[in-house]
């Protein structure tokens, strides 16, 4: 059972690239997440999907797009990297959306990306 | 909106000895969670003890426990018989009832746990 799945675990990009984050989960999970980490912070949500063909903003989303075309994928684009999207990267996904119902949010082990 | 705030940003604490992480939320809602995460240095975001908002009792879970108060608005988590393999980063995080999940993290206490 692999979990939620991230790739790739490091990368640098040159200011003004693009890339893909990748986030892949084998648990049929309808819920899925992308936080970012900074330095010394906690994580803040960027966008979250409540199934597929369904995406929603979460608190960070300028920058970033999404999208969920099927239950097990949730990627994440950077269409012009900046600076300020150095950061770590994190992918969730739980069941359902009641989590406090003893339900596990389950996170993938994170991208870290820098962007110079 | 809900804010999370971690006053501590660095602790430490001798093996087996008793040491607590302070958490304090704002927030207009009355039913919501509350829970602490552990962030080891792997990265990982593992879940050590969550509260219901609801529920007058403070969660425990083995040598994790949390003091609750919700007119303070604050959550503090109480780590018994420190390990070393306790040194991490703890997060503590905000999600309303129904709230999809949604969890608002305060930026973390690092705790150092020496033998």
């Known amino acids: 059972n692999a979990g939620v799945t991230q790739t790739p675990k490091f990368r640098i990009l040159k200011i003004g690239q693009s890339m893909t984050l990748q986030c892949t989960q084998d648990m049929n999970h309808n819920y899925m997440y992308w936080y970012r980490q900074d330095p010394g912070m906690g994580l803040k949500l960027i966008y979250y999907?409540?199934?597929?063909?369904?995406?929603d903003k979460g608190e960070v989303p300028n920058g970033y797009n999404v999208s969920r075309s099927t239950t097990e994928d949730f990627p994440l684009r950077l269409e012009l990297a900046a600076p300020s999207q150095t950061s770590v990267y994190f992918c969730?996904?739980?069941?359902?959306?009641?989590?406090?119902?003893?339900?596990?949010?389950?996170f993938g082990s994170g991208t870290q990306l820098s962007v110079l | 909106a809900q804010t999370v705030t971690q006053s501590q940003p660095e602790m430490s604490v001798q093996e087996a000895e008793t040491v607590t992480l302070s958490c304090t939320y704002d927030?207009?809602?009355?039913?919501?969670?509350l829970f602490w995460y552990k962030q080891p240095p792997s990265r990982q975001m593992i879940l050590v003890i969550r509260q219901e908002a609801y529920k007058q009792q403070n969660a425990t879970e083995n040598r994790f426990s949390v003091n609750f108060q919700k007119a303070a608005k604050s959550f503090s988590l109480k780590i018994s018989d420190s390990q070393l393999g306790d040194t991490a980063m703890y997060f503590c995080?905000?999600?309303?009832?129904?709230?999809?999940?949604?969890?608002?993290f305060g930026a973390g206490t690092r705790l150092a746990v020496h033998p």
């Open positions: 999907s409540v199934g597929a063909g369904i995406t």
């Open positions: 927030t207009s809602e009355n039913n919501y969670y």
């Open positions: 969730a996904s739980t069941e359902s959306g009641t989590l406090a119902t003893n339900e596990k949010l389950f």
């Open positions: 995080a905000f999600m309303k009832h129904r709230g999809y999940n949604k969890l608002i």
